[in-house]
């Protein structure tokens, strides 16, 4: 149970980690990500084996992975799109 809890917060950090390298402005503070690649990994794994039970490890590390990238994909900020003028309603 603590080596797939490692290697799930691991694997979470991993994907943290690539999300920063590869969307650099649009995500927000770096620690805010990396703690939701740990948490996500934990989390993923904790449901995986309290729904499969004890000796399906490469499972629950795809679970891990899974929710990871789940909770990873709802930081990003929407790129900046340039504002359009507003038109004038006259009455």
Same mark, same amino acid.
């Given at each position: 149970m603590i080596v797939? $809890?490692?290697? +799930? $917060? /691991?694997?979470?950090? /991993?994907? +943290?980690?690539? +999300?920063? =390298? =590869?969307?650099?402005? =649009?995500?927000? @503070?770096? $620690?805010?990500?990396? $703690?939701?690649?740990?948490?996500?990994?934990? *989390?993923?794994? *904790? /449901?995986? @084996?309290?729904?499969?039970?004890?000796? @399906?490890r490469p499972l629950s590390l795809l679970a891990a992975t899974a929710v990871t990238a789940a909770l990873l994909s709802l930081l990003p900020r929407p790129e900046s799109v340039p504002e359009r003028p507003r038109e004038r309603v006259t009455a």
């Open positions: 797939e $809890a490692l290697g +799930a $917060a /691991v694997l979470g950090l /991993v994907l +943290a980690a690539v +999300a920063l =390298r =590869r969307l650099p402005g =649009r995500l927000p @503070h770096q $620690a805010l990500v990396y $703690a939701t690649g740990g948490v996500g990994g934990l *989390f993923g794994a *904790f /449901v995986a @084996h309290s729904s499969l039970g004890p000796g @399906h």
